[in-house]
């Protein structure tokens, strides 16, 4: 039996010895437990109902022989608990939130083991406090309500309590409609009812907000593109590459100050939440235009710290904890202790074997901070999964070593979020489970896991199927978004160096495509071995490897147009043009199965574009 995260003690009883969990069987709240664990075990007794086909009756009081007890204990750490099954009975103590996580515990086992449930006893808690999700909603696709509701059930399934979704632009301000006005946005009201929605499964849902860098399009609009450290800032070319490299605002004016203190005034009441995440990363032209002199005479650490520093100062008057992403001030990690003693320096790392320094810098110089892996997705129609599994791994062991309070696992969205968001399961179970208990299984171990839990592959193969198909990827889709946008000037030289580097992968794209007929036959044939809960997943998979396959020839016609590239056959373009458009239609399908209108027209107009160019039209500008 397998139970993610793994438990720090657990012990079997004698074998044979089990509880049947009957159609008569009670869920009993003890007098101990509150109105927040009462409808949490109501939302387990739905859920078992799902796995057994019937569901236990909920009562409060004292539990009988052939009841699942529930009990809160003020003596045990909040996120503590223990967890027993005899002949006689389930039992799940702990401190609140614990007696919550245990119920999540007794979903898993009867997943596995249906009603009759070995004799165990657990006993259990977090290496780390707080255990988070962070999710890009601003970079080329907003989720549906339902999809981030589902998202929240999947990680209270494996323990997790925090999570933010990334927004630059995507909420429907009431006084800022000129940034918003050609998106899909959230709306206060879908806000207000996933923060409830959160809530009540034991998730924080914390407010992410852009507030420096990362502004493109606030800082490109009519009204506020006076704001932007860059003159003409609204005039810039759009580009995929640029509206990620620049639009930091102004922190000279004072404006700029105002504008987004009040963002933040409108957007933080909606979150139950007392903490608030400013962002303030990758400021890359700050001192290089409107605040030059500043910088040159205070210095850029200076005029960044300053500008923080007052936002954070905003939040603790208003009651919140203020949050920031680290990579900033690890260039000066000193002046961390400049900012309010409560600040939160959110320290990222998404390299595969990343390095511990940063978090050892922070650490030294006083920070409270959060480690904050990834789930590798990014520019990828299939995750990076064994770099997701290296990285969360190493960034947890240093959360650990270095004391930091929380982690939390990012699933950013560069260059419009071109992948299934519902790929990212596996790298968010890979944070659950090890900042959970950071002794860490085998990547092969867990892998098998995650198959059978939850994709319900009863072989245990399917994690280890997908994990393959990203690693075939010979012209992806980075490479694609560099060589369509080599006509903006100012990137063309970063892009050719970055293009020149990939086409040697090229030279093996016919073998990585045979590999990836094997993988997709893999994946048609885990069907058979999966539940009908889990078989969704399996189209978005397999359309992510052809993509994957079309990219791959794609890139070879391009190299062998544009760089000169001899590789004996080529494919026949206009077929490949027609399987490019053919891929798109069921692409869109997928896409808005779960995510809502937002880019999704920049997507299709990248693949038009390149069956263009297939078909012979090269000088589309």
Not at 216 to 225: C, D, E, F, I
Request: contains cysteine; glycine residues 8%; charged residues 25%.
């Amino acid at each position: 039996m397998y139970l993610i995260p793994q438990p720090k003690n657990i012990e079997y009883g004698e074998p044979g010895s089990h509880f049947t969990l009957s159609y008569g069987s009670y869920v009993v709240l003890e007098p101990s437990c509150g109105e927040k664990l009462t409808a949490q075990a109501k939302l387990a007794v739905e859920a078992l109902k799902e796995e057994l086909g019937f569901a236990p009756a909920l009562t409060r009081g004292t539990g009988r022989p052939g009841d699942v007890i529930l009990s809160q204990s003020e003596e045990m750490a909040p996120q503590s608990y223990r967890f027993t099954v005899d002949e006689k009975n389930v039992r799940i103590t702990g401190g609140e939130a614990g007696v919550w996580y245990g119920c999540q515990t007794l979903l898993q086992m009867a997943a596995q083991c249906g009603a009759v449930l070995p004799a165990v006893t657990i006993e259990d808690e977090p290496d780390i406090p707080n255990r988070g999700f962070y999710h890009d909603i601003t970079r080329g696709r907003v989720p549906k309500l339902s999809f981030l509701k589902k998202m929240a059930d999947k990680m209270a399934y494996y323990k997790m309590n925090q999570l933010q979704l990334y927004i630059e632009h995507t909420f429907l301000f009431r006084d800022f409609s000129e940034i918003w006005r050609d998106d899909t946005p959230l709306t206060a009201a879908e806000i207000l009812e996933l923060d409830r929605y959160c809530a009540e499964r034991g998730i924080e849902l914390v407010p992410s907000l852009s507030c420096f860098g990362h502004l493109y399009k606030v800082l490109s609009s009519q009204g506020y593109s006076h704001l932007c450290e860059l003159e003409d800032s609204e005039k810039m070319p759009f580009s995929l590459r640029g509206r990620m490299h620049h639009h930091t605002i102004n922190v000279t004016d004072p404006e700029s100050l105002e504008f987004i203190k009040g963002k933040i005034a409108e957007f933080m009441p909606l979150f139950t939440s007392k903490q608030f995440n400013i962002c303030a990363d990758e400021t890359f032209d700050l001192g290089k235009g409107k605040s030059r002199e500043a910088a040159r005479e205070k210095g850029v650490d200076r005029i960044y710290i300053d500008f923080v520093k007052a936002l954070c100062e905003f939040l603790v008057e208003n009651g919140r904890r203020p949050m920031f992403w680290g990579d900033v001030i690890c260039g000066f990690p000193e002046m961390i202790k400049e900012l309010p003693e409560e600040t939160v320096c959110l320290n990222w790392g998404y390299a595969k074997y990343q390095r511990e320094e940063e978090t050892k810098w922070l650490a030294d110089a006083g920070a409270v901070q959060y480690s904050c892996p990834g789930a590798c997705g990014w520019n990828q129609f299939v995750y990076l999964i064994e770099n997701s599994y290296e990285n969360i791994k190493r960034m947890c062991t240093y959360a650990v070593k270095y004391h930091s309070i929380g982690l939390l696992n990012t699933d950013w969205g560069d260059f419009l979020h071109v992948n299934h968001p519902e790929f990212g399961i596996v790298g968010m179970i890979y944070g659950a489970a090890f900042s959970w208990n950071t002794q860490i299984p085998e990547f092969d171990q867990i892998n098998r896991q995650i198959s059978l839990l939850e994709f319900r592959d009863r072989e245990e193969k399917f994690v280890g199927i997908i994990a393959s198909a990203a690693n075939q990827s010979a012209f992806g889709w980075e490479t694609a978004i560099r060589f369509r946008e080599l006509g903006v000037a100012e990137f063309a030289e970063d892009h050719k160096a970055y293009i020149a580097q990939q086409l040697d992968l090229l030279d093996n794209a016919e073998e990585k495509n045979r590999n990836l007929e094997e993988i997709k036959g893999a994946v048609y044939e885990s069907i058979a071995r999966m539940d009908s809960r889990t078989k969704g997943l399996v189209k978005p998979y397999l359309t992510a490897m052809d993509a994957i396959r079309l990219f791959n020839e794609l890139g070879r016609v391009v190299a062998s147009r544009a760089y000169g590239k001899n590789y004996g056959s080529l494919p026949d373009a206009w077929k490949l043009a027609e399987e490019l458009e053919n891929w798109l239609y069921h692409y869109k399908e997928i896409y808005r199965s779960v995510s809502r209108e937002s880019e999704l027209s920049r997507i299709q107009e990248i693949i038009i574009w390149y069956a263009d160019y297939l078909r012979g039209k090269e000088n589309l500008g």
